[in-house]
């Protein structure tokens, strides 16, 4: 079986915190493009499964209280290994990102054991501009700790292996969706993007948890925390080929 073959046989999780407006029709567009759906309900004020269409379907897993971002993709990461998936795609629960994209994603693939983000376009209309300078700011970062070139470090919009479950955490929320690229990369595993098109709705219709301070403040703190990893790793390589 191909790869892009194995890759087509995937599910979509959807972690999402009151976005009431918008989740019907983020599950209603995947479903349309033949993808079952795992919502993660990560502390909802007015449960999902309340107001959500039942469906064959769709899956929902409710976090009793809000646990972040992090911890609602690795739930749906354990349930899609319960599903007997070995791939995921994972897209915000707001409206931003489109069904139609995933097939993009999927075909970027070229190896086992991928990462594949969609980098958004930020030459649009409605874009924030916390999220392009958040977004420069964090791509250093993930570059010089990755080894890759990623150009859109903080995009929510991303396929993942399952075998990401097997990696050690120690974020929970926004940071760790730059936590997961680093462990993955150290892992001796490939970070691939692919530009994708992303719907921002406009400023006073938009719902968002990301926090411009102490998000930000988080994902450096990610780095903060890797860099004595990086240099230990850096010197022990250079040790073993001067003994080589």
Known sequence: MSLVMKYKDIIVIVPTLNNDLTIQNVVDDILSFGYKVIVIDDGY???????????????????????????????????????????????DGDGQHMASEIKKLQNTISKENQIIIGARNFDIANVPNGSKFGRWFSNFWACWDTGYKITDSLSGFRIYPISILDLPYKTSKFDWEMEVLVRHAWAGNEIVETVIECYYPKAEERVSHFRKFEDTMAIVWVHVQMLPIKWTNMFLNLFRRKNK
């Open 45 to 91: 004020t007015n449960p999902v499964s309340n107001f959500l269409k039942q469906n064959d379907n769709v899956t929902i897993i409710r976090h009793e209280k809000n646990r972040g971002k992090g911890e609602a993709i690795l739930s749906g990461a354990k349930k899609a290994k319960e599903l007997g998936y070995e791939y995921f795609a994972s897209l």
